[in-house]
């Protein structure tokens, strides 16, 4: 079983990675099957039945990664910067529906600055962890926005 510290680290150095703009080394985290999902405004719907803000599986996550790495792909200016606050990690045993051997839910507050404006997005994450030659890699990571069913400003979500 992973530990709460162990948790922490692993989303603390997700949360650095993407801070950093280090997109690459943050792909490497998923297992190869991974999914990175930010649903609409209801947090339990049923992602191949109703739209997601975000559904991305392997080749959809490299395809974003690789559109953020060139600047000619931004419609605006790409020198925003995020911040990701990482609390309130609790770790479960994973469901019994899942292909994950750990869940991890934790709060997170992200923050983007660009161009002399900022944005606060609040979240409720869970990360479904499974072990790959004995490192924790993420199965699922879905992002529910507090404010999900609001206007989300163009480029609000950079990865998040």
Same mark, same amino acid.
């Given at each position: 079983?992973?530990?709460? %510290?162990?948790?922490? %680290? ?5 949360? =650095?990675?993407?801070?950093?703009? $280090?997109?690459? %080394?943050?792909?490497?985290? =998923?297992?190869?099957d991974g999914i990175y999902w930010i649903p609409g405004d209801d947090p339990d719907l049923d992602p191949d039945r109703e739209v997601s803000i975000v559904y991305d599986d392997a080749d959809r996550r490299l395809a974003r990664v690789t559109r ?27 469901? &019994?529906?899942? &292909?994950?051997?750990?869940?991890? /839910?934790?709060?997170?507050?992200? /923050? /983007? ?14 990360? &479904?962890? $499974? ?5 924790? $890699? ?23």
């Amino acid at each position: 079983m992973l530990t709460v %510290e162990q948790a922490e %680290e692993l989303l603390v150095r997700e949360a =650095f990675l993407l801070d950093e703009r $280090r997109y690459r %080394e943050w792909l490497e985290l =998923f297992t190869d099957d991974g999914i990175y999902w930010i649903p609409g405004d209801d947090p339990d719907l049923d992602p191949d039945r109703e739209v997601s803000i975000v559904y991305d599986d392997a080749d959809r996550r490299l395809a974003r990664v690789t559109r953020l790495e060139h600047r000619s792909n931004w419609r605006d200016d790409p020198s925003g910067r995020l911040m990701h606050q990482v609390s309130n990690v609790l770790v479960q045993a994973g469901e &019994d529906d899942s &292909d994950a051997a750990v869940r991890v /839910h934790s709060n997170q507050v992200i /923050h /983007h600055a660009r161009r002399g404006s900022a944005t606060a997005l609040a979240a409720r994450c869970t990360h &479904d962890l $499974r072990q790959v030659d004995g490192v924790w $890699r993420i199965r699922t990571k879905r992002v529910c926005l507090l404010a999900a069913d609001a206007y989300l400003m163009p480029g609000s979500i950079v990865l998040l």
